[in-house]
C-alpha cells in the first residue's frame, strides 16, 4: 500500500514573490504536496494582526508549476486562517511551514515577527509549525546553505510531531558564516533600542522613521543569539500560552483590598 503524502501549507510574510517562500516551497515539494497562501505584498512586523473591518480577497494565481499558489490581501495570520477554513474546508494539513523570512526572528523580533505569527496561527490550529529566518535583509539572499537544514528540520517535525501547543522558530546564519550544526536553545533576552527619526516629506510636512538597534544583554551560551553568532542554526522550542505561570503563587499571595 502507498504511503499517502502528507499536505504542506506554506506561508510568509514578505509576499508571495519573496525569493524565501520559493526556497521554501522547493524544499517541501520533496516532502509533500505543496499549498501555498501568502500576503500579495510585503507584511513584516505585522506580528498576530488580522483583518477586521474590510473585505478579504483571496486569489488562486500560478507561480512556480506543479504548486497550487493562493495570494491574500490580508497579513500573513489572515493567510493561515482562510487556508484552513476556505481552502482546506477545516481538514488540517500535516504541516505548516512559514518563511524563509529575509532578516532574523531571535530574541524578543519573535513578538513582532509575521513570519513567527504565521507559524504561531498554525500551532493554535493544533498544526504542527514551523517559522524559518535568515540574517540576511537582501531581496537577493543566498539561502542555499539552509537548504537542507529546511527539509531536515520539517522531515523531524513530519516524523516525531511537536507537542500540543508548541512550535519551532528556527533561525540560519548568514552565509559568511560556515554552519557548524543545529542548537536547541531558549529564547534571548535581548531588546531594541529604538529611535524615531523626524524629517519632512516634500510638501514639508513632518513624519517620523523608526530605526533602533538591538541590544543583547543576555551572555549566555545557550541561547538562539549566542548561536547564530557562532555559525549555528538555532532551534527555539516556542509556545502561544504566555502565562508567566511562575508568578502565579506569588500573586495568589497579594491581598487585595476593594473599596465599594
Known amino acids: 500500500m502507498t504511503k499517502k503524502k502528507p499536505t504542506i501549507l506554506v506561508v510568509n510574510d514578505d509576499g508571495i514573490t519573496a525569493p524565501g ?4 516551497l522547493e524544499e517541501m515539494k520533496k516532502l509533500g504536496r505543496v499549498i501555498v497562501v501568502a500576503p500579495d505584498g510585503p507584511q513584516s512586523g505585522m506580528g498576530h494582526a488580522i483583518t477586521i473591518g474590510k473585505p478579504l480577497r483571496l486569489d488562486k494565481i ?7 499558489m493562493y495570494k491574500c490581501s490580508g497579513t500573513p495570520v489572515d493567510c ?4 484552513v477554513n476556505r481552502i482546506f474546508k477545516g481538514e488540517k494539513p500535516d504541516l505548516c511551514v512559514s518563511g524563509v523570512n529575509h532578516g532574523l526572528n531571535y530574541s524578543i523580533n519573535v513578538l513582532y515577527s509575521g513570519t513567527m505569527s504565521a507559524a504561531v496561527e498554525g500551532a493554535i490550529e493544533a498544526i504542527p509549525s514551523i517559522g524559518f529566518s535568515l540574517d540576511d535583509f537582501s531581496h537577493g539572499a543566498d539561502f542555499s546553505h539552509c537548504r537542507p537544514y ?15 501547543g508548541t512550535l519551532l522558530n528556527v533561525n540560519f546564519p548568514h552565509i559568511d558564516k560556515e554552519i557548524k550544526g543545529i542548537k536547541i536553545c531558549r529564547q534571548a533576552n535581548g531588546h531594541w533600542i529604538e529611535e524615531f527619526e523626524h524629517r519632512l516629506d516634500p510638501y514639508n510636512r513632518e513624519y517620523f522613521w523608526l530605526t533602533g538597534q538591538f541590544e543583547w544583554s543576555d551572555r549566555g551560551e545557550d541561547t538562539d543569539v549566542f548561536a547564530l553568532k557562532n555559525g549555528y542554526v538555532s532551534i527555539v522550542p516556542t509556545q502561544y500560552d504566555m502565562t508567566a505561570h511562575h508568578t502565579i503563587q506569588e500573586l495568589n499571595s497579594w491581598a487585595f483590598n476593594f473599596k465599594s
Open 21 to 24: 517562500i520559493k526556497v521554501l
Open 80 to 83: 493561515v486562517k482562510l487556508a
Open 62 to 68: 500560478e507561480l512556480y508549476e506543479g504548486v497550487e
Open 150 to 164: 529546511i527539509s531536515a528540520i520539517a522531515e523531524q517535525v513530519l516524523t516525531n510531531g511537536l507537542p500540543k
